[in-house]
């Protein structure tokens, strides 16, 4: 059972184009975190969201934690090449027997100078 | 500081095999997690170490095993490869866990990885 789910599984964009993934799950999650995975690297961690309703900026990125904690969403502004990447989030739901980080199938995005 | 380092980069190996990887984690770091990484499945987890000690195992087979040793250095071992297992697996290290009380996520920091290819 995926915890986790992610859309879009893949996104293709041009450059200063904006863009909006997405997180979602049907469980609460205590908090939530986005990595951002380049090809022959392991995932960076981007932030940590924890609060429902959170949002938070990283120069052209926003992540928002959902109300309820159970979605997230992150925006890009103003999209770059070197946006490109595997987007990942990541979240340790709230349920007892789940006592380990959970990854979702990551968004893969590709930004065309 | 150096980052988390992982050896070999690469690797090939054939069908009933076994194989070692070895992760060195972020100095001061205790724990170490490592994790399965294939196109169709996505990042899972493996296992979890702190001082030498397995806290914390996913749904792998018996085939995928670890260790950490006192200087906080990790290996995973795969006995008796299939095709199955090539994939990139992935060590991240973190201060004391990747998940603290309350649920709280520590910052986990990975290495670069290893490819393995199993023919």
């Known amino acids: 059972t995926q915890l986790l789910e992610q859309s879009p599984q893949f996104l293709s964009i041009q450059e200063g184009e904006n863009l909006t993934v997405y997180c979602n799950s049907s469980?609460?999650?205590?908090?939530l975190q986005w990595y951002r995975q380049e090809p022959g690297e392991g995932p960076v961690l981007l932030v940590t969201v924890v609060t429902g309703g959170e949002v938070k900026k990283l120069k052209r990125l926003t992540f928002q934690f959902g109300d309820a904690r159970k979605d997230s969403s992150l925006h890009i502004t103003a999209a770059q090449p070197g946006d490109t990447g595997l987007y990942l989030c990541a979240g340790a739901a709230m349920k007892t027997s789940y006592d380990k980080v959970i990854f979702g199938p990551g968004t893969s995005l590709s930004v065309i100078p | 500081k150096a980052g988390v380092t992982q050896t070999p980069r690469y690797l090939i190996k054939t069908r009933g095999q076994q194989v070692t990887l070895s992760c060195s984690p972020i100095s001061g770091h205790r724990s170490v997690s490592w994790y399965q990484q294939t196109p169709g499945q996505g990042l899972q987890f493996l296992f979890e170490?702190?001082?030498?000690?397995?806290?914390n195992k996913g749904n792998f087979p018996g085939r995928f095993s670890g260790r950490q040793f006192s200087n906080s250095r990790s290996e995973m071992n795969v006995s008796t490869l299939e095709l199955g297992d090539s994939a990139l697996y992935l060590c991240?290290?973190?201060?004391?866990?990747?998940?603290?009380?309350?649920?709280?996520?520590?910052?986990?920091?990975f290495g670069p990885g290893t490819r393995l290819l199993v023919l």
């Open positions: 170490y702190f001082s030498e000690t397995q806290r």
């Open positions: 991240a290290s973190s201060l004391a866990a990747p998940l603290l009380a309350g649920g709280r996520q520590e910052t986990q920091y």
């Open positions: 469980s609460v999650f205590s908090s």
